[in-house]
Each structure stands twice: as structure tokens, then as C-alpha cells.
């Protein structure tokens, strides 16, 4: 491998990252605005676990904890109630009275729950209106995921040193809409999500020749945020032990014992840290992550049995609906041609980036290890779903979104080795630059008809009305957030769009010391003896 490139930083860079960034938050803020209170993935269960919390409950065992009634009451209704006739937090659970339904959050350690509940606590949830407790525990994860364009625009740009296809990874956030569902909502996948995209950038920086034992230890702090959260932050263990192992030794880097002590290192962290809570779940109830619903199986007729093509037509169904965008409670998917389109282009890249050479198919291969561990831990649960209870449904597109960083590292990487001419590069940069706006907009324009227009694709006076008056803040808010997405929208596209137009600045060739070699000393006199 050639000696590694480090591109300069220049004006249009940084406000083209600043720019996504801005513009990402902004549509998550909007997100969290249009979206119904409890409307979001499994929202209910998530602010019901945190209410517990805080009001001074203990965090149960798996299977013991219950709805709150008064909050599920106002998960009843077909359209949103109107914001003047809630009521505050305080008065829907003062009473503590719960339902027989099980709420399944218990299966979780209480990390995340305890860091909502202290949002509640902070906003006064027993005197507020609770559709604006549930906001206010949104933006809270709006905050948290905000900083994702910025660690995929790191990721990518140490791995490809290219500072352009780095801002447009970024910008291709915006292909996955189900992303920002996931990213104004409460739920607990968010810290995750965050924590998969730091483990990636921090990852890639270990691959590419990084030795400092600080990024060692700061991946594995990433790990440990992961699984302090849910069992989902497992998946980025393999990734993060593999990225050490496979590091560049071609510039005097370690060897392979050298190496297997720092992936220890990064293993001790998350044990040490969140360790002992996952042994303590073991040595109660024998598993890692105990099912909080019995376990129930229907056997299969005589004459039939498990179908691979059955359970493959539905895994490519419903793994990518609900990764590109399927919205809501998770009935309202994205348009099946999109899906479809985008799934088979990134597919059929990465399969044709690995034939060619002029791929950097080692580092596409380190990274694949993220979302491979991720689809192998999805196919396994589904699997043992399908085989057990003559029926499969496939939403869990969310396990991959801790690796989503991965994955645009390795379509980059695909992309910048096939893609050679400069004017085909300039062309498709600037596609996607109006392609994932418009994704995002459709999206959002179906969240809206699905919600208040009856699943329509259309905006009358009932639906806008219907908007306006059960929305916590009312129109003035969405459409301050809005038209404030729109003008930072459009100033970063016109900078990204003129800075793709433009030659390249010449990058400067270094060799990279190690970040924890001892400085080297110099002389000041004109003659050493």
C-alpha cells in the first residue's frame, strides 16, 4: 500500500460539513415535529420504560414490567388528538395504575431509560403537557444523532483520503429516510447508532496506520456506549477487533502480537465497564438477553416444513423496507421500486468493486465486517422465528444502522475505485445532490399524508388543520424549522454543487510517524560536529 495522503482542508469543506450538519439536524427537527406523539418505532414502549423511571420505579426483570394505562390510552386512537385537550404527564400516570399488557423494554439494561428519564425530570413531567415531555425527549435524540454526518464524513475520509466523496457519503444520509424516523423518535437504537459510527471512524483510523493507544481505548469507550445501551451494540465487537488484528504494518506498525494486545485492550473496556451487567443477566436467567414474552412455537403440518425461498423472498422484503424507509409504527413503507432500485445499485456496486483492483478490497473487506455481523445476527433471529412459528416478519433494518458509517465507507471505496473519469465523478456527485433531497422530501410527504391526509399524497385544509392543532407547537414551529432546513439546505448544495466543479487542489504526499512515537530532535546550530 502507497504511503497515505492527508488532503488539505479547505473553506468549501468545512462549510460544506457544517452545512450537512446543520441541514441533517434540521430535518431531524422537523421529523419530530410532524410526527404524531408516540407515533415513532416502538415510541410507546420506549417512553413508557422511561416513565417508570421517573417516577422512582425500580428497573424489573425481563417480562415484569407493564404499560402504564393512562399513557396507553393515548396510543388508542386512529388520528392525533388535539394538543389543547392533553393533559400533563402528572395526571395521565399519577396513579401508577398499569395494564396486563408486558411492556418488552425490561430486556434492556436501564442506561438509556435512566438518561430519558432525567430529560422528563428536567422538563417538570408531572406539571407539562405530555406530548411536549415526548418532544422534548426526542430532540434530546435529535441532539445525540446530529453529530452522524460529521463521523461519516471523518470515516470516509480517512479511508478513501478523498475530501469530496466524504462530504457527499455524508449527504447520502438522506438515501434512508427510516434513519431519520429512527433519529427524532425516542428510542433507544439512537445511542447505538451514534456509538456504531464512532466505533467506524475510530476503526478506520486504527486501519489506516493509527498506533496512538488513546484511539485504542477511545474505540473501545465506543463499545462500551453500545452495549451500556441494548444487546444491538454487540454487533460492533467482530468490527473492532477485526480493524485492530488487520491494521497497516507496511510503515513499521505492529506485529501481530503487538496488535492482539491492543484488541484486548479494546475488549477489556467495554467488560470493565458494562460488562458486569451483562454477567449478572446471565447468572439470573441463563441468557444474555432473556425474551420478555414466553417463548410459543406452532409446529408445522406433516406434509410441510421451513421454505429457504419462502424466508428469503421475506428477509429481502422486509430487511430492506425497513432500512430504506418504512415509516411510522412501521406501516407505511417507501415506495417497493425505490427499495427495490437502491438496493440492487448498492449491491451490485460493492460485488463489482470486488473484482477490480483498482478497489481497496482489504479495507472494503475489514468493513464489511460491521454489517455482516449485523445481517448474520438478523438471518438467525428470523430464521429461528420462521422455523418456530410458521411465520416470518422482517423489520429489523435497524440492526444495521449501527453500521451505516461501514457501509458508506465500503460504497465509497467501491465507488472511488470504479469510478476513475473526473467528469463522471463531477456528474454523479452532483445527482446525488438533488436525488437525497428529494428522497427526503417524499419521505416526509409521506409521513404527512399517512398522518393527516388519510394516506393520501395531497395537502387540503382538514389535513393542515388537523396539523396545526395536534402538533405540540402548531404550524409556527414546523414551519420555522422548515423553512430553516430549506435555506441551509439550498446554501450547502450550492456550495457542494460549485465545489465539484472545480479541479481538484494537489494533495501533499506524507508518510505518517506513529501518533505515539517520541518526538525527534533537532539541532539549532548551523553545524553539528
Known amino acids: 500500500m502507497s504511503s497515505p495522503i492527508r488532503p488539505r482542508v479547505t473553506r468549501n469543506e468545512v462549510v460544506a460539513v457544517i452545512g450537512l450538519s446543520a441541514a441533517f439536524a434540521l430535518l431531524l427537527v422537523t ?6 406523539p408516540l407515533h415513532g418505532p416502538d415510541e410507546l414502549a420506549y417512553v413508557d420504560a422511561s416513565m417508570h423511571l421517573a417516577l422512582g420505579e425500580a428497573w424489573p426483570a425481563a417480562g415484569s414490567m407493564h404499560y402504564l394505562q393512562g399513557l396507553l390510552a393515548q396510543n388508542v386512537p386512529m388520528l392525533p388528538q388535539i394538543a389543547a385537550d392533553r393533559v400533563s404527564f402528572g395526571s395521565l400516570v399519577g396513579d401508577h395504575a398499569v395494564n396486563t399488557l408486558v411492556n418488552p423494554m425490561s430486556q434492556h439494561p436501564p442506561t438509556y431509560f435512566l438518561a430519558q428519564s432525567t430529560v422528563a425530570r428536567a422538563l417538570d413531567f408531572t406539571t407539562r403537557r405530555w406530548d411536549v415531555v415526548v418532544l422534548g425527549m426526542r430532540l434530546a435524540d435529535v441532539a445525540l444523532m446530529s453529530v452522524l454526518p460529521v463521523l461519516v464524513w471523518a470515516a470516509v475520509r480517512r479511508a478513501t483520503r ?8 455524508a449527504g447520502a444520509l438522506l438515501l434512508v429516510p427510516q434513519l431519520a424516523q429512527f433519529g427524532s423518535s425516542v428510542n433507544a437504537w439512537v445511542p447505538v447508532v451514534t456509538a456504531g459510527a464512532l466505533a467506524t471512524w475510530l476503526g478506520v483510523r486504527i486501519l489506516t496506520g493509527d498506533r496512538s493507544w488513546w484511539t485504542a481505548l477511545a474505540l473501545g469507550g465506543s463499545l462500551a456506549v453500545g452495549t451500556a445501551v441494548m444487546s444491538g451494540g454487540f454487533i460492533a465487537v467482530p468490527f473492532a477487533v ?3 488484528l488487520c491494521a497497516r504494518s507496511d510503515l513499521g506498525g505492529p506485529g501481530w502480537g503487538a496488535r492482539a494486545l491492543r484488541a484486548l485492550v479494546v475488549l477489556a473496556v467495554p467488560a470493565v465497564t458494562t460488562g458486569w451487567w451483562w454477567l449478572g443477566q446471565l447468572v439470573r436467567t441463563g441468557t444474555l438477553q432473556p425474551d420478555a414474552f414466553p417463548a410459543t412455537t406452532t409446529p408445522w403440518p406433516p406434509e410441510e416444513g421451513p421454505a429457504p425461498q419462502m424466508f428469503a423472498g421475506a428477509v429481502w422484503n422486509g430487511l430492506s423496507e425497513s432500512f430504506w424507509g418504512r415509516l411510522g409504527r412501521y406501516e407505511w413503507p417507501l415506495s417497493p421500486v425505490f427499495v427495490d432500485s437502491i438496493t440492487v445499485i448498492v449491491l451490485a456496486v460493492l460485488v463489482w468493486a470486488a473484482t477490480r483492483r483498482t478497489v481497496d478490497r482489504r479495507s472494503m473487506l475489514v468493513a464489511a465486517v460491521f454489517p455482516a455481523t449485523a445481517l448474520v445476527v438478523v438471518l438467525v433471529r428470523d430464521w429461528a422465528t420462521y422455523a418456530g412459528h410458521t411465520g416470518v416478519t422482517v423489520t429489523q433494518g435497524r440492526f444495521l444502522f449501527p453500521a451505516v458509517a461501514a457501509l458508506l465507507v465500503m460504497q465509497a471505496l467501491a465507488w472511488r475505485g470504479l469510478v ?10 452532483r445527482a446525488l445532490l438533488v436525488i437525497g433531497p428529494l428522497v427526503a422530501i417524499a419521505a416526509l410527504a409521506l409521513l404527512y399524508g399517512a398522518s393527516y391526509e388519510q394516506l393520501q399524497f395531497r395537502v387540503r385544509a382538514n389535513g393542515v388543520g388537523l396539523l396545526s392543532t395536534t402538533t405540540p407547537y402548531g404550524l409556527r414551529a414546523i414551519a420555522a424549522a422548515a423553512g430553516a432546513l430549506v435555506v441551509v439546505g439550498a446554501v450547502t448544495g450550492v456550495v457542494v454543487w460549485r465545489w465539484l466543479g472545480r479541479a481538484p487542489q494537489p494533495a501533499r504526499p506524507v508518510v505518517e510517524a506513529p501518533l505515539d512515537s517520541p518526538p525527534t530532535v533537532t539541532s539549532n546550530r548551523r553545524n553539528d560536529p
Open 31 to 36: 421529523w419530530a415535529l410532524v410526527t404524531p
Open 162 to 169: 478523498s475530501p469530496r466523496l466524504a462530504v457527499l457519503a
Open 242 to 244: 477485526a480493524v485492530v
Open 420 to 429: 476513475v473519469d473526473a467528469r463522471v465523478r463531477r456528474r454523479l456527485g
